[in-house]
């Protein structure tokens, strides 16, 4: 089941409202960071600086063929090696990775979903122990240029919370300007 309000705008707008470099050194990911995993990975417009930035390999997960060819070909443009991109809706049927494989999960701009606590669950179960949840989303703000509608748009404090729920510790917030806030916390 799609995400409600997690239609893409055109690529190049999309990419105008982010430093997807600066935005991972932020949030932790480095080289001594091993497999990754991305819930909905868009135009791999993480996917691609992540997998130059870590030391494994990104799993990047979409449920639209459309996002998942472009985030493929600008991995093959590129010959990188360590991008999986696997076509797959995660509300449904989860992200069918092993328990505790990954090093880093990155949930950006998708818990604005129905159950966002089913999600940080299997971002949990997937993660090995001391890995990191990242998360970022649009500030609570009816200005940002883009962003899901604010009646369903979740506050920094409502990540914040689902996240504490789960069982995560040690959690930092980032500014993450001009449009987004971020988290990381620890499994
Ligand atoms: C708003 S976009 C964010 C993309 C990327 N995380 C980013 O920040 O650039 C949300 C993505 O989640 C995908 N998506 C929505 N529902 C999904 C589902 N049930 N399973 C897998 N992917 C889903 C959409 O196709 C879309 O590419």
Not at 18 to 38: M, S
Request: charged share 25%.
């Amino acid at each position: 089941m799609k995400i409600r309000d997690s239609a893409m705008p055109e690529r190049e707008m999309w990419e105008t409202f982010f430093k997807p470099k600066a935005v991972l050194a932020t949030l932790g990911i480095n080289k001594q960071i091993k497999d990754v995993v991305e819930f909905g990975c868009g135009y791999g417009t993480f996917t691609i600086p992540a997998s130059q930035m870590i030391g494994g390999t990104v799993y990047a997960l979409d449920i639209e063929p459309g996002m998942i060819s472009v985030a493929a070909d600008a991995a093959k443009k590129q010959g990188l090696n360590n991008v999986r991109t696997i076509l797959r809706d995660f509300v449904t049927e989860g992200s069918g990775l092993p328990d505790e494989s990954m090093a880093y999960a990155m949930l950006f701009n998708i818990l604005h979903l129905e159950h966002p606590e089913v999600l940080i669950g299997e971002a949990k179960r997937v993660l090995k122990k001391n890995g990191k949840l990242g998360v970022i989303h649009w500030n609570y703000d009816p200005l940002t240029p883009r962003g899901p509608a604010m009646e369903i748009r979740p506050t920094q404090e409502d990540c914040w919370g689902w996240i504490e729920n789960a069982g995560f510790h040690s959690l930092q917030r980032y500014d993450l300007r001009p449009y987004h806030y971020g988290i990381v916390a620890i499994k």
